[in-house]
């Protein structure tokens, strides 16, 4: 795999580190440890009913096979990835062979399984399916801001079940920003005191660790001004040197300065 190498995680598993973008896909405390953890326990509470799922930023496949493993009735899963030959290999990594195969087998001859292999940004547009659950696992927003732009998330959650969670491992800022803009309620994910992942639901009830008044108001601040991407069609650097804009000529208050005042 061009620019890609492989390191082995902290749980044994298999991680991908990409060169060009000196950007790891997966958590060096463990791959499929974090696909459990950040996207798939989160949404356990769903289990109870046949699920829709879109897998965004599939790269090999350890949220769906994740999913795969431990929800009971899965409907159907879309699994959107730019880089096709990640997707083609995805088989190879992982998982025992049962899950593997059933991956491969999809791939060949879809059944529950639909892989899209372009940007999020042109597939998001071409349905309007709603989906139970929701996975999005780009890479970090200061690598590749249009995965985590305001008019993206927008998009995405368009798709998202009133009933239904969207998760993710990122709670930077600008990405609780982009969310809460978007008028969804947010819970953290919590294990061992520290907040490791986001969900986010149109239904308060599901969401079990809400954002804190403080949280809210730490979005207020110049740190939390999201990507914007107005057309969906930005190449990263503008998308980066807007925000910077944006960030230079902005009145708001320091996160800083409001700790301060606490
Ligand atoms: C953090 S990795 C995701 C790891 C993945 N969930 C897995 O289990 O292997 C981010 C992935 O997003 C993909 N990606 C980057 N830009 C994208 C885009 N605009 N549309 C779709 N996928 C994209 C990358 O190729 C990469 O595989």
Known sequence: MKNIKTFITQDGSL??????LDEIYHSKFGAKKEAFEKFVEPC???D???LKILDICYGIGYNTKCAIENFKNIKLIDCVEKDEELVKKSPQFE???KINDIIENNLKNPEFIHFYTDDIRKIINISDKKYDIIFHDGFAPHKQPE???VELISKI????????LYCTYNHSKPVLRALFENKIYIGKVI?????????????????KNPLSDIDIKELETKSAIPYHDWNLKLSSQEIINLRKEEV??????TLSSLKKQK
Do not use: C, M, V
């Not at 061992?192 to 009830?205: C, K, M, V, W, Y």
């Open 15 to 20: 991680g991908l580190y990409n060169t060009e």
């Open 44 to 46: 356990l509470i769903l």
């Open 48 to 50: 109870n009913k046949p």
């Open 95 to 97: 998982y025992d062979k």
């Open 147 to 149: 995965l985590w732009s």
């Open 157 to 164: 959650l368009q798709k998202l079940d009133k009933n239904g």
């Open 191 to 207: 294990k061992d005191n520290r907040t490791i992942a986001t969900t986010a639901s149109f239904n308060p009830e599901l969401i």
């Open 248 to 253: 230079k000529n902005s009145k708001l208050q």
